[in-house]
């Protein structure tokens, strides 16, 4: 059974950082790109960042140069390391595992930017 766990969300100041973190079971971690999505209230789910498992990363715009998106195979764990973070960063984190023909999700952590 693949399960994806979230963690390391929370509630930051404007400006402030959040470092996220996945743990993984129940695949073969190195096989699949691993990603980062965000939903905020009423808007569609978007990507942030997705890592290759050679760690080639990718990023949306909106988070180019604050975000940064590792993985440690050894560990299944993908992280995401928010900086300089904004209000309209505030959204519900899900973790993704996927390949061609595989997708899964994780439950997904709150993170909410507010002063």
């Known amino acids: 059974q693949v ?3 979230e963690s390391g969300g929370g509630l930051v100041q ?4 959040l470092r996220l973190s996945c ?7 190195s096989m699949y790109i691993m990603g980062w999505y ?3 209230p009423g808007k569609q789910r978007e990507l942030v960042a997705t890592i290759t498992s050679g760690r080639m990363p990718n ?3 909106s988070v180019k140069g604050r975000f940064t998106i590792s993985r440690d195979n050894a560990k299944k764990t993908v992280y995401l390391q928010m900086n300089s973070l ?3 960063d505030t959204a519900v ?3 993704n595992a996927g390949t061609k ?7 997904g952590t709150q993170v909410t930017v507010s002063s």
């Open 14 to 17: 404007p400006g402030g950082s």
């Open 59 to 61: 990023y949306a715009d």
């Open 23 to 29: 743990a993984a079971s129940g695949l073969i971690f």
């Open 3 to 5: 399960q994806l766990v």
């Open 93 to 95: 984190y899900y973790c």
């Open 101 to 107: 023909a595989l997708n899964y999700w994780g439950q």
């Open 86 to 88: 904004k209000p309209e």
């Open 38 to 40: 965000r939903q905020a």
